[in-house]
């Protein structure tokens, strides 16, 4: 299945993390952009804990805060993004937070800017305690809107054997045609992108680059009282 | 960041001997260590902005350094440093990268709250 933008008109991404965004929705929100709707990325942290600092290393934990902001403003002009909040809580602390100040965060900008998709971690199942956090501050904000005023929420999980629990994914989305504005958005991360589990150390062809990145998948959060 | 030369590191560990001072000690395996690895146990702390005064220190090892600070109640130790942010004066920022240049271990010490 392949989703086309049809009458949405604002999507709300929420991660924790600059570059979750590059990873896991690039190709889709610049798909939709593209296809004229707008995007808001209200981003949690600002990543200051991770542990690439570039190679050979030009940032440490004093510096990472300020050029991880500049990185994340460089992917979303990538993307086309033209909505980016920073919402300044600290990188890795997230599942201790007031789970009410996040969830209220949240609930804030659904109302400010009523989207009609919200993308997101799944909660449970996206492996970094802060994406488990957000991603289930998110569900439960949602949650709190009535059945028919709910966004339609797009749920990225990645953990081992998650399909086994939660099946397939049911958003499949082909993003080849956008691979140059997803690939912009993960090198804008310049202290990140070099890490080996991630791109490598060596550049990928056009060929691996549309096998691993090619693809954006999602599952449909289904909530207990929707029918 | 730059590796670090030890005579210089005991230098500043000297300047700051005896002050009140900010420490951000941190120790981490990444928080995707079992994803990428099931045999890893993933393990991490990280402590900031405690305040601390040291009436001794010294870097010690043949690279990656060690430090250990005698404190007025106890110590303060760091295995596996590497580099240091050469640009900076009075503070002390070091850091550990393993061979996939990734953070590991920081040890960070200033007259201000980082």
Known sequence: MNSKPTERQRILAVFPH??????????TLAMYIAGGMEV?????????????MGIPPFANRVTLPAIRKEELAASCRAIGIRDLRMLGFHDKMV????????????TG??????????????????????????????IRAVAQLPAAERP?????????????????PDVTMDVTAFLEEKMASIRAHATQFQAAELVGNRELTAEEIRLRYGTERFWTYRFGDAE | M????????????????????????????????SHLDATRHPASAFITNAVIRYSQGSIS??????????????????????????TEQERIILAGHDSLGKLIVALQLGREPF
């Not at chain 1, 400010?112 to 993308?119: A, H, N, R, S």
């Not at chain 2, 106890?74 to 440093?81: D, M, N």
């Open chain 1, 95 to 106: 599942e201790f937070e007031d789970p009410q100040v996040l969830e209220a965060r949240i």
């Open chain 1, 152 to 168: 339609v929420v797009y749920c990225s999980a990645f953990a081992v054997n998650c399909e086994q629990v939660i099946g397939q």
């Open chain 2, 2 to 33: 730059q590796p670090l030369q030890p005579q210089d590191i005991q230098t500043r560990i000297d300047r700051l001997a005896g002050q009140e001072l900010y420490i951000h000690l941190e120790l981490t395996s990444g928080a995707y260590a």
């Open chain 1, 109 to 138: 900008l659904l109302e400010e800017l009523k989207p009609q998709m919200v993308i997101t971690f799944y909660p449970g199942y996206s492996v970094h305690p802060d994406h488990d956090a957000t991603g289930a501050a998110v």
């Open chain 2, 61 to 86: 090892g043949a690279g990656p350094y060690r430090i250990g600070l005698k404190t007025v109640q106890g110590w303060v130790y760091a295995e596996g440093l590497t580099h240091v942010d050469e």
């Open chain 1, 18 to 27: 600059p570059d979750d965004e590059s990873f896991v929705a690039a190709g």
């Open chain 1, 40 to 52: 808001t990325y209200a981003c949690l942290t600002l990543g200051e804990m991770g542990r690439n």
